[in-house]
């Protein structure tokens, strides 16, 4: 089979590579319907981490049971499944608590930008959908396996709550689906951070209320002007910069919630700041696999549409054009198209 691979700084081909197959009875192969191209793919791509060898790239998924291990009873071949970029057992006591991407057995997902993906712990990872979804519903169910259920995560680690104020850091995909999902939450004033324009278009289209474009300490003002001096109720950082981090924890009133959910680089943050803030902190990675039965319900009932993020499709074979238009910051998210 035919699957994008990373290779150096801005080098990502389609190649052949091995077909994945069934390694421990735990195990399925999944056919993918759609996947895509995540912010987080995008550090390798510029070189930081370096690519010290040939990788298989992308770890957002859905698509069709091709075939299980001998263990797996949960999902069988034929059903329609999503599952989290982390594979998780979903029993020990870590998931048990809600936090699968924490779990004893975790294991990442990756290779997923290609026609086949091998997936661990299929029984505790994928949950099938009761139906074959239509096909306009596939880019909003993809969206689950990570950016979505990543805002949902940066939404509810943040304490949404209904009425609350809520300012996010970010208005890449992750960041505008923090801001469906407050919204989804009841949120009362939304406020959304960007600079560019179908961004900002497309945090209103999903509830944002207000949209700030200055940075750093003037955003900062902004926000406190915006809420009675204090700061929001709960922010998301959704960048994971030392400056993005720093703007949030201060857009955040005393006693309020901060998650961040962008993955850190060169962050550093002052002990003695974080003691006079009183400000709640929770990220890391999101525990995907808590939220997807309640978000899959969201989509197939038409109450969200998360898919809405992908501003570009190609098919896989043009997979280079989709990162460099997001590295470029001409696309949002690009879907990708196996067949
Ligand atoms: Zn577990």
């Not at 209103?204 to 750093?216: L, M, N, Y």
């Not at 197939?300 to 238009?325: C, S």
Request: aromatic letters at 6%.
């Amino acid at each position: 089979m035919r699957g994008a691979v990373l290779h150096g700084t801005r080098d990502v081909r389609i190649e052949e590579r091995a077909r994945p197959k069934i390694v421990r009875p735990t195990d399925a192969v999944i056919r993918i319907s759609a996947a895509c191209v995540c912010g987080s793919d995008l550090w390798p791509y510029r070189g930081n981490p370096p690519i010290t060898q040939p990788t298989p790239m992308g770890h957002e998924y859905c698509g069709i049971v091709e075939e299980v291990g001998s263990a797996v009873k949960s999902v069988k071949p034929g059903q329609f499944v999503i599952g989290s970029f982390f594979a998780s057992d979903n029993v020990c006591p870590t998931c048990q608590i809600g936090y699968q991407s924490s779990c004893r057995q975790r294991e990442l997902v990756g290779g997923a930008q290609a026609p086949l993906l091998r997936v661990p712990l299929a029984d505790g990872t994928l949950v099938a959908t009761r139906d074959i979804p239509s096909e306009d519903l596939i880019p909003s169910l993809l969206t689950l396996s990570d950016v979505m259920g990543t805002g949902w995560f940066a939404a509810d680690a943040a304490n949404v709550r209904p009425g609350g104020t809520v300012a996010v850091v970010g208005d890449g995909a992750v960041g505008l689906l923090g801001v469906l999902s407050a919204k989804q939450m009841g949120a009362g004033r939304i406020i959304a951070m960007s600079r560019h324009e179908s961004r900002q278009k497309l945090a209103r289209e999903f509830g944002a209320t207000d949209i700030v474009t200055e940075r750093g300490d003037e955003g900062v003002a902004r926000i406190k002007d915006l809420t009675d001096g204090i700061g929001a109720d709960s922010v998301l950082e959704c960048v994971g910069t030392g400056e993005s981090m720093q703007q949030a924890i201060q857009s955040t009133r005393p006693g309020g919630f901060m998650s961040y959910v962008g993955v850190p680089h060169g962050v550093e943050l002052k002990g003695e700041q974080l003691f006079y803030s009183h400000v709640h902190l929770h990220g890391g990675p999101a525990p995907v696999r808590r939220y997807l039965p309640e978000m899959i319900d969201l989509v197939l009932d038409g109450k969200i549409n998360p898919g809405k993020v992908f501003d570009l499709v190609l098919p896989l074979n043009q997979v280079a054009e989709g990162y460099r238009a997001m590295d470029e910051r001409r696309a949002i998210k690009a879907l990708l198209c196996p067949q």
